[in-house]
């Protein structure tokens, strides 16, 4: 027995004495802090804070926050931010100490605009990729249709983004559709992008501080979609100071104002816009008209050092009448609490509640009815960082989401409609996640971000669902070798919150850079990722109209694959900057409609539905000049999407006899050309041009007789085409006095979209001519050459 003590004790030894002398010889004390802007106390997202003397860094988070573990010493703190003077400052760290960092922004920002995605040596080696970052300084300098800067429309000039058609507020990434792009707006889901069906976006720009995309790579944090990620962070407000901006232009205005609620500790921003043309057009007698306007706010209370709470909202809401024959009324309702709390130096936390809403209704005068449907979800989310070295961060946390949707209530108004009320099964569900990752640097050379998420979903009641003879809700019909929808045997009940469905999904993520240098990288990615609710849509594009659905036992969830590769440089001392990537995704699941599927107020959806597969690849490169009177970039995007239904069975043809067609979605060429140009102090430049492949699409073939009517044959499934989109955009901004630092600033903002009037076409429709008796076909576009001007203002 006392041999077996002294023997514990050797290795308690043997483990002990080492350690201490570790310890003893590299103490360690942490630095932390946020990083703001002087002039309004904005915490400033993805800052590169650098140690030169110890070969470290790091970026601030979402929230302005940042950590750093150093061995006891003195150093220099290097602070860069685009659109900021650079910081430079020596400090003596003794002990774990909070130091918050003020940055100045540059004078040169209104003579030069900076497109840079925060391209700095501490990004290069950073294990991130298929992710753009847009200043907001640069999006207000792009041109805009009827002189509203727009927040996606400046996407779409990023590789591997398209819209669907003209006057398209969504957006489609890597082939993948609308539905699949996450859009969130200070983590609330947006789910109608678009004002006036795309002529707006509903993101008012002077509202927001922050946007990044990520197109591949997508963290573990982020869940729900398969093509993408839209993450927009809103303006906290002045807590010093108050003061006011906004435009007024020709179709819409806009105002915000900001300031302190208690000086140094609490802020708010309010901000709103609204549209005016319709009152014009009543003036004119045209029997049509649309309007719309939406309000963003936002408060924050800082409690104390550790401890902040924040409270924003948005409310949008369109209306729109046309010929006085149908009226149409959507918009979104947003709402969220979030929490930051401060652990250590090293555990940084955010807890949100958060409420969205989105409501589409139709009042059709011409049979006297209100047709009404939203979709409503509560969010919980609680997310953790934890700075473990400088060599390691984990990011932990769960989410928690609860859906509502209403698919339709149709209730007449007019006594003499002869239509009875009738509500559309409602629908409901959960999706849980939980997920874990750690972004580490094992050499000084590679970085790797790898995780893995868990999601959950179930379907639940209340419901009466439909059962079908062998569980098929879609029959195929081998004499007419066509797909029908099929007659339910019965149904079952299933009380509140008792399960219908249930999914789960292991999503496993992973992104590598290998740095050759300072200015040359190699990166690569792989994600899956799992979408549990749909878009029910036949058209390529988001439009009002459109119905939300969960997963269920016939319409599965999506699930994604997609692997990237990546080459990086920057070159001239960041001056110019190359970016190349290739792609490869596959989606199982992806739904497809039969032929002739009926979606609105189809209480059935599951009988119009078939689960596929689909497919994108390509290769992206962008290439930019980030400073100089002369800025902007190049995009391009070579790229195929294609789908794929094959039949339930092996005597069934499924959609296009089972073969691979064009995906409504895919563009082969995308090209995108951005520049600004500052004359001087008071005058600058900007302009767009845009080429794109025309959209997929099915045309006639041929046409027959059937008792007296004249009846089109169509062939392949999208195997036509739309003509190729182009247009060029043009703006001039002159501000009369540059210098002027304070008190009212202004400035003139002349734009034209579609500079040279092309005609794109949105649609085709194919009829006979009642005069001559000829089949004929009519292309349909939306905008002409359109020039505005906006007067901008601030105080």
Known sequence: MLKIKNQIRLLWLVWLVPAIAVHAQETKFTLSGTVANNANTETLIGVNIVIPEANVSTVTNSYGFYSITLPKGEYTILISYVGFDNVEEQISLTENTKRNFGMAESGKELQEVVVTSNKTKANIRKPEMSVNKLSIATIKKMPAVMGEVDVLKSILQLPGVTNAQEGASGFNVRGGSVDGNLVLLDEAVVYNTSHLFGFFSVFNSDVIKDLKLYKGGIPAHFGGRISSVLDIYQKEGNNREYHASGGIGAVASRLLVEGPIVKDKSSFVVAGRGSY??????????????????INAKLNYKLNDNNNVFLSGYFGNDQMDFNNAFENIYGNSLFNVRWNHIFSDKIFSNASAIYSDYNYGLRIKSVGIDWDSDVKNYNFKYDFKHYVSNQLTLNYGLNSIYYAFNPGTITPYDEHSGMNPRQIAKKYAFENALYLSAEQ???PNFSVNYGLRYSLFQRVGKQDVNTYANNEAVVFNRE??????????????????????????FEPRLAMAYSINDDLSFKLSYNRMSQYIHLISNTASASPLDIWAPSDQYLKPEILDQVALGYFQNFKDDKYSLEIETFYKKVKNKADYIDGASLIAND?????LLNGEARAYGLEIMAKKNSGKLTGWVSYTLSKAEQRTPGQNASETGINNGQWYRANYDKLHNLSVTAAYAL????SLGGIFTYQSGKAATFPNGKYQFMGMTVASYGERNADALAAYHHLDLSATYIPKPDKKKGWQGEWVFSVYNAYA???????????????GQSEVRRMSIFGIIPSVTYNFKF
Do not use: C, M
């Open 277 to 294: 043309a319709h009152l014009f057009l009543k003036l004119a007698d045209e029997p049509n008209s649309a309007y719309f306007y939406d």
């Open 441 to 443: 640097k094992i050499t």
């Open 480 to 505: 007419f070798q066509v797909y029908e929808e099929a007659t339910p045997t019965g149904s079952i009940h299933y009380g509140k919150n008792k399960k219908i469905a249930s999914f789960d999904n």
């Open 604 to 608: 059935a959806i599951e009988r119009v």
């Open 680 to 683: 001087g102090p008071k005058w």
């Open 758 to 772: 092309r005609k794109n076409a949105a649609s085709y429709t194919f009829g006979q001519n009642p005069d001559y």
